[in-house]
């Protein structure tokens, strides 16, 4: 072998050690990953490479790129992405084995698709060839497309087989990164969904420190009046026998052979407003491995009030004064005090009871404060 062959092959021994470094660190590091676009393209000789996965349950994601800047990103995922022909190309012909596209798309035809001319040229993006390979992996699909400009001219089947060599490597990089994405898509979505509840859910380990909080509780506990949390994140309440209490129920329910049905409740006085009432359950998770959890859910009864009433409007076709003795007979109030309260004459609250009771097609008046209780309820946004 000559010199110069052997340099290279030295080279390019070198340039797959450090993509197939910069892989595994990419797998779990956003700073890796922002530099394997670099690595693939520098691998394959390309300009610039763009790295995309497809989730078997959405539409088709960026990963990481320097084929463009991140100003050109939206419109080319917004726009371009679903109908680029390079990608086309590759999922039809490139499913697990490295193709170059000039086999299927010459230069002078991609010159003619709205995507070079709409997209490429008008930013002033050079891209004009591009080999790539299709991965499916049990989370989704992953696509590798490396780029290179007229100059350099088309991949031809050294650079195919150069790429095709990583494959196992890129795999193995799609399917750990997917799961992460996935994991990370999850637990925003459920974030999200929890923060729209009126009533406080907390998941918390054994000694009852915080393992997630959503919205409502979190303004309860800053607000520290009846629950609140300190140094490392460890519930407590504003009276110590209490807490202590509160803790000795949390480490009983997380360590229940009975993990099904063990629930416990708890009341929790505080200086100002109804005292706050806590519903203890076990929560087993597999994410959280073997550590011991319990599921909280805290009810501040003066707490959604005027959402309550909205909804009930809207559910029942409730009036307003309707709405109020509804409202009046589920915080344990006569229809004397309500009439009162109100201002208004006893007969008219029983008339407003009678008609509630007719549109939400309930017979007694302790069925009405069931179904009140039952509403669900959201925080506006």
Not at 239 to 254: D, F, K, N, S
């Amino acid at each position: 072998m000559k010199l110069a062959e052997k340099s290279g092959a030295v080279m390019k021994k070198g340039r797959r050690e450090a993509l197939t470094e910069c892989l595994r660190e990419a797998a779990l590091n956003d700073d890796a990953l922002n530099e394997l676009p670099r690595q693939i393209a520098t691998l394959v000789g390309g300009m610039s490479c763009i790295v995309l996965h497809q989730p078997k349950d959405g539409v088709i994601e960026n990963f990481t790129y320097n084929a463009f800047g991140p100003e050109h990103l939206p419109i080319y995922m917004t726009e371009f992405a679903n109908e680029d022909p390079w990608t086309k190309i590759g999922l039809e012909r490139a499913v697990n084995r490295a193709v170059s596209i000039d086999r299927y798309l010459s230069l002078a035809e991609f010159e003619r698709t709205r995507i070079c001319n709409e997209f490429a040229r008008p930013h002033g993006l050079e891209s004009r060839h591009c080999v790539g390979i299709v991965l499916p992996a049990k989370t989704g699909t992953g696509v590798i497309g490396v780029q290179r400009n007229k100059r350099q001219g088309a991949f031809g089947p050294v650079d195919e087989a150069i790429l095709q060599s990583v494959a196992p490597e890129l795999r193995h990089f799609f399917e750990v990164r997917s799961r992460l994405a996935r994991a990370e898509r999850r637990a925003k979505t459920a974030e999200a969904l929890f923060d729209r509840f009126v009533m406080g859910v907390l998941l918390v380990d054994s000694e009852c420190r915080v393992l997630f909080a959503n919205e409502a509780v979190l303004a309860l506990l800053r607000q520290g009046d009846g629950l609140s949390y300190g140094a490392g994140r460890r519930i407590s309440a504003s009276v110590r026998c209490i807490t202590q209490h509160l803790h000795m129920v949390v480490r009983q329910v997380a360590y229940s052979p009975d993990a099904e049905s063990h629930e416990e409740g708890l009341v929790v006085n505080r200086a100002s407003g109804a005292p706050l009432q806590l519903a203890i359950a076990p929560f087993r998770y597999p994410h959280l491995g073997h550590k011991a959890s319990v599921l909280i859910l805290v009810q501040d009864p003066s707490a959604g009030v005027d959402g309550l009433r909205a909804i009930l409007g809207k559910m029942f076709r409730f009036s307003a004064g309707e709405t109020d003795v509804a409202l009046g007979l589920a915080e344990g109030k006569t229809l004397p005090q309500i009439a009162r309260e109100r201002g208004v004459l006893v007969s008219t609250v029983q008339t407003q009871l009678k008609r509630a009771l007719e549109k939400s097609g309930l017979r007694k008046q302790s069925a009405l404060v069931a179904a009140v209780g039952r509403v669900p309820l959201l925080r506006s946004r």
